[in-house]
């Protein structure tokens, strides 16, 4: 079965402090999204990538960065996480053939 | 400015009826409207797929509609089981490549006994 693998399912993080959220797949997808979710909000697309090294910023990018070293592997990174960034943080690829995203199971991340 | 509406209230009905969700869709001309299943603490999955020249798309009990004159989409589920208690969510991708789909907020879908 096609899978997106999100590396934790709950983080704690303290206010400053850089966090990492890994996100792989094993699908040989060519494009990978990060998003957040939030209640009220719905999913909203922080930043995305069309290969390997390249990316692209998405409606909300503030705060974050990303990084794709290896096609199956696409990790975001909260430089100096925030109270407001608090969120669930979801990971998605899709092929250029296209036919809908497969999403990860999340990250609930709280930072105190 | 762009804007995708589901209804936000949640949608309570009885087993063995027929769920309908409404998207609608304003200053988009979305190339392919797509539905996800979203459960509790979890990642959305991926339902069907319409594009801006088909008028219905059938899969089981699913069945979704794209008016792009009305610009809106009907998902219906027939035969409703409280399995099929979930949040559904619409996503709009208008340039028809997969690339960045624009998600409305959800509808939350209650099935009853």
């Known amino acids: 079965d096609v899978k997106v693998t999100q590396s934790s399912r709950y983080l704690v993080k303290r206010t400053g402090e850089k966090v990492f959220l890994e996100c792989v797949q094993d699908?040989?997808?060519?494009?990978m999204f990060w998003y957040r979710q939030d209640p009220g909000l719905g999913l909203r697309l922080i930043y995305f990538?069309?290969?390997?090294?390249?990316?692209e910023k998405g409606d909300i990018p503030e705060g974050y960065s990303v990084s794709r070293e290896k096609k199956e592997r696409f990790s975001l990174i909260l430089e100096s996480a925030s109270t407001n960034q608090t969120s669930m943080y979801l990971c998605?690829?899709?092929?250029?053939?296209?036919?809908?995203?497969?999403f990860g199971s999340g990250t609930r991340l709280t930072v105190v | 400015s762009q804007k995708i509406e589901q209804n936000s209230e949640a949608l309570n009905i009885q087993e063995g009826k027929t769920a309908t969700l409404t998207c609608n869709y304003t200053?988009?001309?979305?190339?392919?409207l797509q539905w996800y299943r979203q459960d509790p603490g979890r990642g959305p999955v991926f339902l069907l797929l319409i594009r801006e020249n088909e008028k219905e798309k059938r899969k089981e009990r699913l069945k979704v509609t794209f008016d792009t004159t009305l610009k809106q989409s009907l998902f219906h589920i027939t035969a409703s089981q409280p399995a099929d208690s979930a949040t559904y969510l619409c996503?709009?991708?208008?340039?028809?490549?997969?690339?960045?789909?624009?998600f409305g907020t959800g509808t939350r879908l209650q099935v009853t006994l």
């Open positions: 998605a690829s899709i092929s250029t053939a296209g036919w809908g995203y497969t």
């Open positions: 996503a709009l991708d208008p340039a028809g490549t997969a690339s960045k789909l624009t």
């Open positions: 200053n988009y001309s979305p190339a392919y």
């Open positions: 699908m040989d997808h060519e494009n």
């Open positions: 990538s069309y290969d390997v090294k390249m990316k």
